[in-house]
């Protein structure tokens, strides 16, 4: 599906979920300056799974980070209609784009953990009607970002002759996140830069890549033209030892989500058996990583990433 001379992308997550902002901040700048690619934050208001779990509301976040860092790509995990109004969201991330000199990737999602808007007053309809919304949504904040005024009538969302200015410094990339082989995929075929596989598919993404491949042929779209990504957590260990120890703890802690098939499909091992694990994935069509560290400081392995793996992978 990918293009062979498409370069690898590695993004990693910030510390967001029980973490204070000097956490964050942190985490961000080390990043920043290991030579990472792109920073991400979930787009949630509950600490998922738990709703008394602290966490940082995502676009704030990225907004502060956005101003301390110099190169990294600025994404959020994924933003669901009914949050936001698609407007007023695409004006927000205009100005942050701004802030950041052109490094905004928009993610989007149709969301999934419902306690999350019920509580907050926002819309949890069926996920059908939710997909249609996500649709809605994509076009309205393409359309505000290039067009002089955007003029939208749709069965969720309206827009009349709304202006954006400053619009974002260069073609904001648009990730389109989930599962979904036949409407989502649809939709990323018709409106996304990237596809963003779910960690809980990790072990899927043969088959999701196949059936994104379909979609885009349907709607008569070169597949090479969409990139491919994967949610993961990430073990890197100095020893096999130590990594499958903390491969264990890892299982505990993420459960079925995130942790779904670590050990069987996931990147984790030594940094060597890092590389072999990314070289899997590449084989799939896959060349970009947002990636978990695991661990209470992610700076370490971020750091052991950085200087033994990414060599090996000419990054």
Same mark, same amino acid.
């Given at each position: 599906?990918?293009?062979?001379?498409?370069?690898?992308?590695?993004?990693?997550?910030?510390?967001?979920?029980?973490?204070?902002? &000097?956490?964050?901040?942190?985490?961000?700048?080390?990043?920043?300056?290991?030579?990472?690619?792109?920073?991400?934050?979930?787009?949630?208001?509950?600490?998922?799974?738990?709703?008394?779990? #602290?966490?940082?509301?995502?676009?704030?976040?990225?907004?502060?980070?956005?101003?301390? *860092?110099?190169?990294?790509?600025?994404? %959020?995990?994924? #933003?669901p209609p009914f949050f936001r109004n698609p407007a007023m969201l695409a004006k927000q991330v205009a100005s942050i784009d701004q802030i950041a000199g052109g490094r905004v990737i928009m993610g989007l999602g149709a969301g999934w953990f419902q306690p999350e808007f019920e509580a907050y007053g926002n819309p949890f309809p069926p996920l059908g009607e939710r997909m249609k919304a996500l649709e809605e949504t994509a076009q309205i904040l393409r359309s505000m970002?290039?067009?002089? %005024?955007?003029?939208?009538?749709?069965?969720?969302?309206?827009?009349?002759?709304?202006?954006?200015?400053?619009?974002? #410094?260069?073609? %904001? &990339?648009? !990730?389109?996140?989930? *599962?979904?082989?036949?409407?989502?995929?649809?939709?990323?075929?018709?409106?996304?830069?990237?596809?963003?596989?779910?960690?809980?598919?990790?072990? !899927?993404?043969?088959?999701?890549?196949?059936?994104?491949?379909?979609?885009?042929?349907?709607?008569?779209?070169?597949?090479?033209?969409?990139?491919?990504?994967?949610?993961?957590?990430?073990?890197?260990?100095? *020893?096999?030892?130590?990594?499958?120890?903390?491969?264990?703890?890892?299982?505990?802690?993420?459960?079925?989500?995130?942790?779904?098939?670590?050990?069987?499909?996931?990147?984790?091992?030594? #940094?060597?058996?890092?590389?072999?694990?990314?070289?899997?994935?590449?084989?799939?069509?896959? %060349?970009?990583?947002?990636?978990?560290?695991?661990?209470?400081? *992610?700076?370490? &392995?971020?750091?052991?990433?950085?200087?033994?793996? !990414?060599?090996?992978?000419?990054?």
């Open positions: 599906m990918q293009s062979a001379d498409r370069p690898l992308h590695f993004g990693v997550t910030l510390p967001q979920i029980k973490r204070s902002w &000097p956490e964050c901040r942190e985490a961000a700048i080390h990043v920043d300056e290991l030579g990472f690619d792109s920073v991400w934050v979930c787009d949630h208001v509950y600490g998922v799974p738990r709703a008394d779990l #602290p966490i940082l509301e995502g676009w704030s976040l990225l907004t502060a980070v956005a101003a301390i *860092t110099e190169r990294v790509g600025l994404g %959020t995990l994924v #933003p970002w290039t067009e002089t %005024t955007t003029t939208f009538s749709g069965h969720h969302f309206q827009v009349s002759e709304a202006y954006c200015e400053p619009k974002p #410094p260069r073609h %904001t &990339p648009i !990730l389109i996140g989930g *599962t979904g082989e036949r409407v989502l995929m649809g939709i990323v075929a018709r409106h996304a830069d990237i596809w963003n596989n779910m960690a809980i598919a990790q072990g !899927l993404l043969a088959q999701k890549v196949e059936a994104l491949t379909r979609r885009c042929e349907e709607a008569g779209r070169d597949p090479a033209e969409v990139e491919i990504s994967q949610q993961c957590v990430v073990i890197v260990e100095e *020893t096999e030892d130590a990594a499958r120890a903390a491969l264990a703890r890892a299982g505990k802690i993420y459960g079925g989500h995130m942790g779904a098939g670590l050990e069987e499909h996931g990147i984790w091992g030594t #940094p060597d058996r890092v590389v072999d694990c990314i070289e899997r994935h590449r084989q799939l069509g896959c %060349t970009s990583f947002i990636m978990e560290f695991f661990g209470r400081d *992610t700076r370490p &392995p971020a750091q052991l990433f950085a200087e033994q793996v !990414l060599p090996q992978l000419g990054s």
